[in-house]
């Protein structure tokens, strides 16, 4: 990632929700109109894993995971 974009998210974090709502519409507004590839398998599934496991990480962070 490069620092502008980490100097975005950054920024982004700091924000309000309800400006977190007007950023998000706006940058999907505008990416919208992009023309880009579409991901491969291989991507698919390395960004489904890496959200799973955030998500998994939230769930303990917060005392929720399950064990089985």
Known sequence: MTLA???LIDSFERLSEREKKQFA????RRISDLDYAALSDEELL???EAVFLEL???EV???LAQTW
């Open 5 to 7: 974009v980490e100097f």
């Open 25 to 28: 519409f706006e940058v999907l």
């Open 46 to 48: 390395l960004s489904a």
């Open 56 to 58: 998994d990480q939230q």
């Open 61 to 63: 962070s917060d005392g």
